[in-house]
Protein backbone atom coordinates (compact mmCIF):
# COMPACT_ATOMS: atom_id res chain seq x y z
CA UNK A 1 0.00 0.00 0.00
CA UNK A 2 1.33 3.26 -0.98
CA UNK A 3 1.53 6.24 1.60
CA UNK A 4 0.51 10.24 1.18
CA UNK A 5 4.40 10.82 0.35
CA UNK A 6 4.32 8.53 -2.09
CA UNK A 7 1.26 9.50 -3.66
CA UNK A 8 2.40 13.30 -4.27
CA UNK A 9 5.66 11.90 -5.75
CA UNK A 10 3.88 9.99 -8.28
CA UNK A 11 1.64 12.86 -8.94
CA UNK A 12 4.74 14.53 -9.92
CA UNK A 13 6.13 12.11 -11.73
CA UNK A 14 2.88 12.33 -14.18
CA UNK A 15 3.54 15.70 -14.53
CA UNK A 16 7.28 15.44 -16.18
CA UNK A 17 5.63 12.37 -18.08
CA UNK A 18 2.58 14.38 -19.49
CA UNK A 19 3.93 17.02 -20.24
CA UNK A 20 5.91 16.01 -23.16
CA UNK A 21 2.99 13.67 -24.34
CA UNK A 22 0.28 15.98 -23.79
CA UNK A 23 -0.60 18.69 -26.57
CA UNK A 24 -0.39 21.44 -23.69
CA UNK A 25 3.40 20.82 -22.42
CA UNK A 26 4.67 23.00 -20.18
CA UNK A 27 0.59 24.29 -19.25
CA UNK A 28 -0.03 20.53 -18.17
CA UNK A 29 -0.45 21.34 -14.26
CA UNK A 30 -2.73 20.74 -11.66
CA UNK A 31 -6.33 21.56 -13.09
CA UNK A 32 -8.88 20.85 -15.34
CA UNK A 33 -7.36 21.00 -18.77
CA UNK A 34 -4.52 18.88 -17.82
CA UNK A 35 -7.35 16.23 -16.62
CA UNK A 36 -8.94 16.23 -19.69
CA UNK A 37 -5.58 15.59 -21.22
CA UNK A 38 -5.44 12.62 -19.31
CA UNK A 39 -8.38 11.34 -19.94
CA UNK A 40 -7.81 11.17 -23.57
CA UNK A 41 -4.34 9.29 -22.89
CA UNK A 42 -6.81 6.86 -20.90
CA UNK A 43 -8.59 5.96 -23.53
CA UNK A 44 -6.12 5.80 -25.94
CA UNK A 45 -4.27 3.35 -23.39
CA UNK A 46 -7.86 1.00 -23.18
CA UNK A 47 -6.82 0.64 -26.98
CA UNK A 48 -3.69 -1.37 -26.85
CA UNK A 49 -3.45 -4.67 -26.56
CA UNK A 50 -0.03 -5.19 -25.28
CA UNK A 51 -0.54 -3.21 -21.63
CA UNK A 52 0.01 -5.67 -19.17
CA UNK A 53 -2.08 -5.70 -15.39
CA UNK A 54 1.00 -4.55 -13.47
CA UNK A 55 1.57 -1.45 -16.42
CA UNK A 56 -1.88 -0.74 -16.01
CA UNK A 57 -2.30 -0.84 -12.22
CA UNK A 58 1.37 1.33 -12.34
CA UNK A 59 -0.62 3.98 -14.38
CA UNK A 60 -3.49 3.90 -12.17
CA UNK A 61 -1.39 4.91 -9.19
CA UNK A 62 0.05 7.46 -11.39
CA UNK A 63 -2.88 9.23 -13.21
CA UNK A 64 -5.14 8.65 -9.53
CA UNK A 65 -2.35 10.24 -7.75
CA UNK A 66 -2.66 13.48 -10.48
CA UNK A 67 -6.24 13.22 -10.36
CA UNK A 68 -6.15 13.63 -6.84
CA UNK A 69 -3.71 16.10 -6.58
CA UNK A 70 -5.75 18.48 -9.17
CA UNK A 71 -8.78 17.70 -7.13
CA UNK A 72 -7.04 18.87 -4.09
CA UNK A 73 -5.66 21.89 -5.97
CA UNK A 74 -9.07 23.09 -7.31
CA UNK A 75 -11.51 22.27 -4.68
CA UNK A 76 -9.43 21.36 -1.35
CA UNK A 77 -9.63 18.19 0.85
CA UNK A 78 -6.92 16.31 1.90
CA UNK A 79 -5.81 12.52 1.23
CA UNK A 80 -7.10 10.15 3.50
CA UNK A 81 -7.61 6.77 3.89
CA UNK A 82 -10.44 5.06 4.22
CA UNK A 83 -11.54 1.19 4.05
CA UNK A 84 -8.11 0.61 2.64
CA UNK A 85 -8.53 2.68 -0.44
CA UNK A 86 -7.14 6.50 -0.40
CA UNK A 87 -9.48 9.43 -1.16
CA UNK A 88 -9.99 13.34 -1.05
CA UNK A 89 -11.82 14.46 1.78
CA UNK A 90 -13.57 17.36 1.67
CA UNK A 91 -15.32 16.79 5.18
CA UNK A 92 -16.26 13.83 7.18
CA UNK A 93 -19.40 12.93 4.93
CA UNK A 94 -17.87 13.76 1.25
CA UNK A 95 -14.63 12.50 -0.05
CA UNK A 96 -13.96 12.00 -3.63
CA UNK A 97 -11.93 8.59 -4.49
CA UNK A 98 -9.48 8.94 -7.89
CA UNK A 99 -7.85 5.86 -8.15
CA UNK A 100 -11.08 3.95 -7.89
CA UNK A 101 -12.00 6.24 -10.73
CA UNK A 102 -8.95 6.07 -12.76
CA UNK A 103 -9.49 1.96 -12.66
CA UNK A 104 -13.07 2.58 -13.72
CA UNK A 105 -12.05 4.51 -16.71
CA UNK A 106 -9.23 1.87 -17.91
CA UNK A 107 -11.74 -1.32 -17.35
CA UNK A 108 -15.20 1.00 -19.20
CA UNK A 109 -13.97 3.88 -21.28
CA UNK A 110 -15.71 7.22 -21.51
CA UNK A 111 -18.58 5.37 -23.60
CA UNK A 112 -19.28 2.98 -20.43
CA UNK A 113 -19.83 6.19 -18.43
CA UNK A 114 -16.79 6.33 -16.07
CA UNK A 115 -14.86 9.34 -17.30
CA UNK A 116 -12.08 11.11 -14.62
CA UNK A 117 -13.15 14.30 -16.59
CA UNK A 118 -16.95 13.85 -15.31
CA UNK A 119 -15.80 13.00 -12.48
CA UNK A 120 -13.56 16.46 -11.20
CA UNK A 121 -16.42 18.67 -12.76
CA UNK A 122 -18.73 16.62 -10.73
CA UNK A 123 -16.61 17.86 -7.37
CA UNK A 124 -17.06 21.57 -7.61
CA UNK A 125 -21.05 21.02 -9.03
CA UNK A 126 -22.04 18.49 -6.37
CA UNK A 127 -19.12 17.91 -3.11
CA UNK A 128 -18.19 21.65 -2.74
CA UNK A 129 -21.83 23.00 -2.82
CA UNK A 130 -22.88 21.06 0.04
CA UNK A 131 -19.97 22.47 2.07
Known sequence: MIGEEQIRQNAEAALSRFKSLSNIGAEFEYDRESVACVEKFIEQQRGRTNTSETERDALVQLIGSHLGECVIRTYGGVWRMHDGEWGVFFNNLNAAFPFHKVRKQF?????????ILSFF???????????
Open 107 to 115: DNGVGGGDS
Open 121 to 131: DVIGLVIIKKK
